[in-house]
């Protein structure tokens, strides 16, 4: 069965500095997808990024991020510049061929102002 | 944003009675999704349909029971609630060759 582990349960890091926020996963499959989500305090899940397995250049979206390592199984998301409305749970994801989404305990990041 | 509702938004019911809790969208999207939240667990997978009367099990499924007659609405059944399905329900939907999910609002459901 496919996992997914986040490490890092909480964070804090100043505003407009650079955090990375840690992935790993593990499948036996070679096409899936990658994602991380957003959830402020509204509760809203929000699609921050998004990395397709079979392409080896890294996602970008504006301050955010990925560094993918497939033969590592790892996925890691940088927020650059980081704002105080970055404050949130980070959620990684796993989209497996079946389209069942699995998703790690999450990463609480504070930034400080 | 895409059209997806969920009802109610906050329910309290008493152990042992049945909640059914509905998802809504407007996307014509094919898969959809139930999740629960909880502290410390992150968001788990409870059914999920890919089609008209196709659904399948995901890892936290005892205890839950799901329908989908239209593509538009999926339903989640408790059919005798307890203490600890106390959660936050999230509905989610993708749609084949997009591979991406996009969640309604959720549901606090509490059980006393």
């Known amino acids: 069965a496919q996992t997914v582990t986040q490490s890092q349960p909480e964070m804090s890091v100043q505003e407009a500095e650079t955090v990375t926020l840690s992935c790993t996963y593990d499948?036996?499959?070679?096409?899936?997808?990658l994602f991380w989500y957003k959830q402020p305090p509204s509760r809203q899940m929000i699609l921050v990024i998004r990395?397709?397995?079979?392409?080896?250049q890294n996602a970008t979206e504006n301050r955010f991020s990925v560094n993918f390592q497939k033969a590592a199984k790892s996925f890691s998301l940088k927020i650059s510049d980081s704002q105080l409305g970055d404050t949130a749970m980070y959620f990684c994801a796993f989209m497996n061929r079946d389209d069942k989404i699995i998703f790690g305990k999450g990463t609480r990041l504070h930034i400080l102002p | 944003d895409a059209g997806i509702t969920q009802s109610p938004r906050h329910k309290v019911t008493e152990t042992g009675t049945p909640v059914t809790l509905r998802c809504h969208q407007t996307e014509n999207h094919r898969y959809m999704y139930w999740y629960r939240q909880d502290p410390g667990h992150g968001l788990r997978l409870i059914h999920y349909?890919?089609?008209?009367?196709?659904?399948d099990k995901g890892e936290v499924s005892d205890g839950y029971s799901v329908s989908r007659s239209k593509t538009e609405d999926f339903l989640l059944t408790l059919e005798s609630a307890t203490s600890s399905q106390t959660s936050v329900y999230f509905c989610?939907?993708?749609?084949?060759?997009?591979?991406?999910?996009?969640f309604g609002q959720g549901t606090r459901l509490t059980v006393v």
């Open positions: 990395q397709e397995a079979y392409k080896q």
């Open positions: 499948t036996s499959e070679s096409n899936y997808y």
């Open positions: 989610a939907i993708s749609e084949i060759d997009d591979s991406k999910a996009f």
């Open positions: 349909s890919y089609g008209v009367k196709d659904t």
